[in-house]
C-alpha cells in the first residue's frame, strides 16, 4: 500500500469552466501519477455538476480506475473557486457517502470505530488561491 494524494486546480473564464487534477505519490521522489482535466462549456452545462462537487468525485473514480490498487488516497487538495455560484467543493460528507455507495473504500485511508463504523481519514483540503 502507497499513499497518494491529488490536487485540483479550476479556471473559470466567460465561456468555459477548467478543472485539471494531479495525482502524486506520496514517497521521497513524489513522483505523478496520474494528469487529467474536464473542460465544461458554460452554456452547455448542467449547473448542479459543479455546484455540488460531483464533478471532482467522478475525476477521483476515473483515477482509482486508471491507478493499481496498491494506491490508497490520503489527501485531495482543492483550490478555492473564484466563483462559488457556479463551482464548490465537495462537503466531507458527499466524499464520504460516494466513496461508500461507489465501493471505492478500499482505495481510501479509513478505520473503524469502537462500534464498527467506518470513519474515513482522507483528507479534504480547500487552499486559498491567491492572484
Same mark, same amino acid.
Given at each position: 500500500? +502507497?499513499? @497518494? !494524494?491529488?490536487?485540483?486546480?479550476?479556471?473559470?473564464? $466567460? +465561456?468555459?469552466? !477548467?478543472i485539471? &487534477?494531479?495525482?502524486?505519490? +506520496?514517497?521521497? *521522489? =513524489?513522483?505523478?501519477?496520474?494528469?487529467?482535466?474536464?473542460? @465544461? &462549456?458554460? $452554456?452547455?452545462?448542467?449547473?448542479? *455538476?459543479? #455546484?455540488t462537487?460531483?464533478?471532482?468525485?467522478?475525476?477521483?473514480?476515473?483515477? @482509482? #480506475?486508471?491507478?493499481?490498487? #496498491? &494506491?490508497? *488516497?490520503?489527501?485531495?487538495?482543492? +483550490?478555492?473557486?473564484?466563483?462559488?455560484?457556479?463551482?464548490?467543493?465537495?462537503? #466531507?460528507?458527499? @466524499?464520504?457517502? &460516494?466513496?461508500?455507495?461507489?465501493?471505492?473504500? =478500499?482505495?481510501?485511508?479509513?478505520?473503524?470505530?469502537?462500534?464498527?463504523?467506518?470513519?474515513?481519514?482522507?483528507?479534504?483540503?480547500?487552499? *486559498?488561491?491567491i492572484?
Amino acid at each position: 500500500m +502507497e499513499m @497518494f !494524494r491529488v490536487r485540483f486546480i479550476n479556471r473559470i473564464t $466567460d +465561456e468555459t469552466i !477548467r478543472i485539471g &487534477y494531479t495525482s502524486i505519490l +506520496e514517497n521521497n *521522489l =513524489s513522483p505523478t501519477i496520474y494528469e487529467g482535466q474536464q473542460i @465544461f &462549456y458554460r $452554456d452547455h452545462l448542467q449547473p448542479d *455538476l459543479l #455546484k455540488t462537487g460531483v464533478a471532482a468525485l467522478d475525476a477521483l473514480d476515473t483515477i @482509482f #480506475k486508471a491507478i493499481p490498487d #496498491k &494506491y490508497v *488516497l490520503r489527501q485531495v487538495a482543492f +483550490e478555492a473557486s473564484h466563483n462559488p455560484g457556479i463551482l464548490q467543493v465537495p462537503p #466531507k460528507n458527499l @466524499f464520504n457517502d &460516494y466513496v461508500i455507495e461507489h465501493n471505492l473504500l =478500499s482505495r481510501v485511508k479509513y478505520h473503524r470505530d469502537a462500534e464498527n463504523k467506518i470513519i474515513i481519514d482522507t483528507n479534504l483540503i480547500t487552499e *486559498l488561491r491567491i492572484g
